[in-house]
Every structure is written in C-alpha cells, then in structure tokens.
T-cell receptor, first 113, second 112 residues
Framework: NAGVMQNPRHLVRRRGQEARLRCSPMKGHSHVYWYRQLPEEGLKFMVYLQKENIIDESGMPKERFSAEFPKEGPSILRIQQVVRGDSAAYFC???????????FGQGTRLTVV | QQQVKQSPQSLIVQKGGIPIINCAYENTAFDYFPWYQQFPGKGPALLIAIRPDVSEKKEGRFTISFNKSAKQFSLHIMDSQPGDSATYFCAASFQGAQKLVFGQGTRLTINP
C-alpha cells in the first residue's frame, strides 16, 4: 500500500506565476488535509477536503489560494500569482476516517524567485 | 486558545539518555494528542498518540505522559540513539486527524 504521494517534490516559480501541487491519498483514504510549513516553524493547517467537498478551509489565505479534491484524480492545491512569502513546504495528509490517524506525504517544497 | 506551545526548541542528549519534550495547550476541547517525527526533507511521521482518557501510553521506546488538569503532555524517548536525531512535533486536535494544531517543533540531537 503506497503512502501519500505528492508531486512535484520541488517546484520553482517566478513571482506572479501559478503553482499547482498534487496529492494522491493512501488507498482507501477519503479525507485529505493540506498543511504549510515555513522554515523553522511547525505545520499550519490550511484546508480539509473530502471527495468533491471542502469541509474546512479556515486556514486558507483569503486570496490566491484554492483547493479541490475531485471525484477522480488527486487533490490539487493551487496558488495563483505566487509571491516570495509563499515559499514553504506544503504537506498533504490523508486518513480513512476523520477520527483516525493522519499520514503525511513527503511534501512539495515551493520556492518563489 | 488554538495554540500548542512546545519546549524546548532544541535539545542535545548523549546516547542512552532520556530526552523529554513538553507541550502545553489551552483549549480543553482538544481530544487527540499525537507526536510526529520529521527528518530533514521528509514529511512528518506519526510516532505515538494519546487521548485524554489515559495518563500514559508507551510504544516501544516512546512514552507519552498526559496531565489533563495541567493541560500538558510530554514525550519521553528511552535509551535514545543517534538515529533518533530529528525534529519532533506535538499536535492537538478536536477530532483525530482533522485540523491538527502543531507545536513549533523541537530539534533533537543524540550524540554518540
């Protein structure tokens, strides 16, 4: 059973470009969570999704950030018009049920130049 | 009230010693307290987790102590090894995996 798969592992974008981060949850997991980790800091919750539904997006910045988890395919975290402050590691986690353990992917390290 | 405060920020212990990492929380509605281990360039990996109905949980060399009245919990690593050198994060949530609130992390170094 493969773990949570994130791609790309590293992503470099120029200011103003769009960044798309992908996350395939573990098999049998229908709950997906995105977290952001700034250098030397803990992870900060961004959004919680189930298939075709956003359950909690209270940690998402109001502008430029969006997330989806379509019926088919991976979950996508999209950042439009990236700025230097968006440079961080973005982690996706999944769980089979909301009260079960969350398993994290390897992360996508976004660098905005 | 949503914060989880973790200390120390960094810790150096000799091999075989028992590093202790502490976390404190404010929100009494939290009911799930996991610890994660993270190596450089990797994602966090769940080590051990506890719910507030027990005061201690052991898994291998890792022990969580939980003090509900003080709103504190801690991680102890018995017989620490250089391979345990990593960053450790405590976390808390209302409902298991959902919306984990993480501490700032502790960078642990175990010297040979």
């Amino acid at each position: 059973n493969a773990g949570v798969m994130q791609n790309p592992r590293h992503l470099v974008r120029r200011r103003g470009q769009e960044a798309r981060l992908r996350c395939s949850p573990m098999k049998g997991h229908s709950h997906v969570y995105w977290y952001r980790q700034l250098p030397e800091e803990g992870l900060k919750f961004m959004v919680y999704l189930q298939k075709e539904n956003i359950i909690d997006e209270s940690g998402m910045p109001k502008e430029r950030f969006s997330a989806e988890f379509p019926k088919e395919g991976p979950s996508i975290l999209r950042i439009q018009q990236v700025v230097r402050g968006d440079s961080a590691a973005y982690f996706c986690a999944s769980s089979p049920l909301v009260r079960e353990e969350a398993f994290f992917g390897q992360g996508t390290r976004l660098t905005v130049v | 009230q949503q914060q989880v405060k973790q200390s120390p920020q960094s810790l150096i212990v000799q091999k075989g010693g028992i590093p202790i990492i502490n976390c404190a929380y404010e929100n009494t509605a939290f009911d799930y307290f996991p610890w994660y281990q993270q190596f450089p360039g990797k994602g966090p990996a769940l080590l051990i987790a506890i719910r507030p109905d027990v005061s201690e949980k052991k898994e291998g060399r890792f022990t969580i102590s939980f003090n509900k009245s003080a709103k504190q919990f801690s991680l102890h690593i018995m017989d620490s090894q250089p391979g345990d050198s990593a960053t450790y994060f405590c976390a808390a949530s209302f409902q298991g995996a959902q919306k984990l609130v993480f501490g700032q992390g502790t960078r642990l170094t175990i010297n040979p």
